[in-house]
């Protein structure tokens, strides 16, 4: 019998690693950029301050990469440890993109690591500029692969059901790659790594500058950041509006959740927080159409017709098809060695109702709906966070630029308190996505529930607890190192 | 012809090949192993940390490289190996984790735990890791208990297909010498391949010593289990599969396949010899210090001859113990045509890859390592 402990467990756990793994990557992707850029400055003006300045920005990446390789490891083999299910499923696609990831990636950030870190002596200043982009650039196209693979589950494309392997398997290799959610995600993460990248570096700066030291390199550093943050920035408002309208497209009960929607319709209104609302906004941004339809989450388990007269099915409905397609699946198992006609007629009964096959293992259509409160909430606080750092980015530059950057202490204490603001709007936006498509593992061919290891409850839990003490003691030593290292400083001048 | 069933065999190459490369690069491991073991002072075990951690990214990624390409071209093996020998995978999987973070924090101030703390987290991966890894890999030629049922995704309360046959979930490997004896053989080989690579890689004369002598007792004890192993794998029974798939036990069947593939007797044969060739030059030849670069492509070599000889003419590669007819082979666990076929295009960028790594490990390692370098340099 499925234990809803084991399931829940096993979500926990991967939910752990995941966020845990996403505290980390983001200031990889965007401190990659920001580093290389200050080298890049060093080798067309041979000044030997950017060398220094690159360098000490590069001590902290480093501290930060290893803790994002340590939990990237367990998120990989986790979708067989605790996922075999899931694994056997739909491995003939997932699996592909992360042996992808690994070869096409790992071993150029591996490689190029190496050579920016120790390689200052012994390779060429261009050599080295070249290695220190090609790092970023490695993060980057890991990034490409494990957001294939990510929004393949959010958005499965290019593959048929095989009852006879008991799987999806490939059948279009481009579809998965080109698939638009993938598009989106991979512009939509990175950029936000160019956000957290850029907040870090004038955070940090910033307190230079309370301080009074390090003068020199904090505007620099400011300076820089600040442009990379400010196009990263305006870059994650384009890519997530066209999130927000695949979401709409293709998971519109992760969208009805971000939004608190129970009933929708044209001109849906968006909510700013309860009781306040835009009208026709959600229409706007979910369809790019004021008059646009958005179902809502009773629409959605009750059934509805769009104005253009076609009908969803209600959730029962879907249930219902999955039950059939599950008990023709396993008609068909039983009877193709024995009964090849009636095999074939199970299998007809089958290929009409695959593509509600996971909505076979749910119970009731309440299972249907994610966590309301938590996304809707999340959802607020990614883009109210986004939008105040944002602000301050351009407060930051402008002050700067008018070399009033200095006197505004104020200014220079709302810079550094941003830094975690930024990684809890990263967290949040983390939530909106992985919360908000819940039951589903794969979106409407899989439910959690039919994905997890068979392990005991007991075992999960271990694991869990030892993985929160790893990953919690990491964090805590990874953020007194940087600490330390920060207050130690460049020492520049 | 590019048909299925050469495709299965070409993806075994790679996965052989990977595993191959994988265990050359666990000299990492194996030198780690030795920072307390070879490195008597405090500026010895920095020049040997500092050595093999300008290379433990290479050995982390050719690891996630392995399981990354295991799933995509034998998912059912990542499935049922790793949901169902649960806590093996776990224990290999937090070494490692240890060993990520190590080097960063081990010299950093403020690091709460202390340099020593992390310089042990790293000897615990160089031993336990190889060690695992290698026990779990024992288990290919010994089998695993374990039932796959496809058909079980149609049971809405238990869609479950792989199911471990105990409640030991991989545990119970160890209770199989030759499981341990393999592991045993692994951690050896690695600490002799480590051993070679820190005196290939530092320039310290009273280090190259030290680790002289190190590599004298782990090659020693390396030979004895190697030969224990090998005359098991030799001897034993082993897991045949007839032309209607079915899994049967068959005396004799590893020596059968070195015999009816010459090919990869030839490979282990090379391989072996390489290896011993590496170990005795170092040994025998004074200020000789290039043995890893006949050792380390010696093991290549072997360790991709006995996965081909676990997985290829009519094989089991991962037998199960509790119903034969659910032992995985390559025909039965791998990916579709399309895949396999898709994923074969992309291989093909794995000769540039390799080629890139190894003109910039070149490019690094032009000059040995020295205590000089670490003084003025950048060092962990």
Known sequence: MLETALVDWSRLQFALTAGYHWLFVPLTLGLAVIMATMET????????????????????????????????????????????????????????????????????????????????????????????????????????????????????????????????????????????????????????????????????????????????????????????????????????????????????????????????????????????????????????????????????????????????????EKIERGKIALEAFGEYRALKDTDPEAAAIARQRLDENVDYFGYGYINSKEELVPPVGLVYWAFRVMIGLGSLLLVLMIAVLWAERKAKLRNMRWLLWAALCSIPLVYIAGQAGWIVAEVGRQPWVIEGLLPVKAAVSSVSVAAVQTTFWLFVAIFTLFLAIEIRILLKAIKQGPQIE | MITYEFLQNYWWFLISLLAGLLVFLLFVQGGNALIFLAGRSERERELILNSTGRKWELTFTTLVTFGGAFFASFPLFYSTSFGGAYWVWVLILITFVLQAVSYEFQGKAGNILGKTTFRVFLTLNGCLAPLLIGTAVGTFFTGSAFYVDKSAV???????????????????????????????????????????????????????????????????????????????????????????????????????????????????????????????????????????????????????????????????????????????????????????????????????????????????????????????????
């Open chain 1, 41 to 316: 400055v060093y080798v067309a003006t041979g000044d030997e301050f950017w060398k220094r300045t690159a360098k000490f920005w590069m001590k902290l990446f480093a501290i930060n990469f290893s803790v994002g390789i340590a939990t990237g490891i367990i998120l990989e083999f986790e979708f067989g440890t605790n996922f075999s299910n899931y694994s056997w499923f739909v491995g003939d696609i997932f699996g592909a993109p992360l042996a992808i990831e690994g070869i096409f990636a790992f071993f150029m950030e591996a490689t190029f690591f190496a050579v920016m870190y120790f390689g200052w002596e012994k390779v060429s200043k261009r050599f080295h500029l070249a290695s220190t982009w090609l790092t970023g650039i490695g993060a980057a196209i890991s990034a490409v692969w494990i957001l294939v693979a990510n929004s393949w589950m959010q958005h499965p494309v290019g593959m048929e059901f095989n009852p006879d392997t008991v799987r999806h398997e490939m059948v279009d290799f481009w579809a998965l790659v080109l698939n638009p959610v993938a598009i989106s995600k991979f512009f939509h993460s990175v950029f936000i790594g160019w956000m957290t990248g850029a907040i870090f570096v004038i955070g940090i700066s910033c307190w230079y500058l309370l301080k009074r030291r390090e003068t020199r390199f904090a505007l620099a550093s400011i300076r820089i950041a600040a442009m990379v943050g400010i196009i990263g920035t305006f870059a994650v408002m384009f890519s997530g509006d066209s999130s927000g309208v695949h979401v709409a497209e293709y998971q519109p009960m992760k969208l009805a959740a971000a939004e608190g929607l129970e009933d929708g319709g044209e001109r849906a209104p968006f909510s700013i927080v309860p009781g306040v609302e835009v009208p026709a906004m959600l229409s706007i941004l979910a369809t790019h159409d004021a008059d646009g339809y958005v179902p809502g989450i009773n629409d959605l388990l009750d059934g509805y017709t769009t104005p253009d007269g076609v009908h969803h099915l209600s959730a029962d």
């Open chain 2, 154 to 380: 149609g049971v809405i309360a238990a869609p479950t297909i792989s199911r471990w046959a105990n409640g030991w979930h991989g545990l119970e490997a160890v209770a199989n010498p030759f499981n341990v004896e393999f592991g045993l053989m692994v951690m050896l080989l690695t600490v002799s391949l480590g051993a070679m690579y820190l005196i290939n890689n530092i320039d310290d004369d009273k280090l190259a010593q030290q680790l002289r002598r190190s590599l004298v007792y782990s090659f020693g004890l390396f030979l004895v289990m190697f030969v224990v192993v090998l005359g098991q794998i030799l001897t034993m029974d082993g897991f045949a599969v007839n032309a209607s798939g079915e899994v049967y036990m068959e005396s004799y069947k590893y020596l059968q396949n070195f015999l009816s593939m010459p090919v990869v007797l030839a490979l282990l044969l090379i391989g072996a010899v390489l290896v011993v060739a590496g170990v005795a030059t170092t040994l025998l030849r004074k200020g000789f210090t290039r043995g890893i670069w006949l050792s380390g492509p010696g093991t290549v070599l072997a360790v991709m001859a006995l996965f081909m000889v676990v997985g290829y003419n009519d094989t089991s590669y991962y037998p199960s113990t509790a119903d034969l007819s659910a032992s995985l082979t390559l025909a039965n666990s791998s990916s579709s045509e399309f895949t396999l076929r898709t994923m074969a295009i992309v291989s093909l960028i794995i000769p540039f890859v390799l080629a890139y790594i190894a003109y910039f490990w070149r490019q690094m390692d032009k000059r040995s390592l020295t205590t000089e370098e670490l003084e003025k340099g950048d060092k962990y």
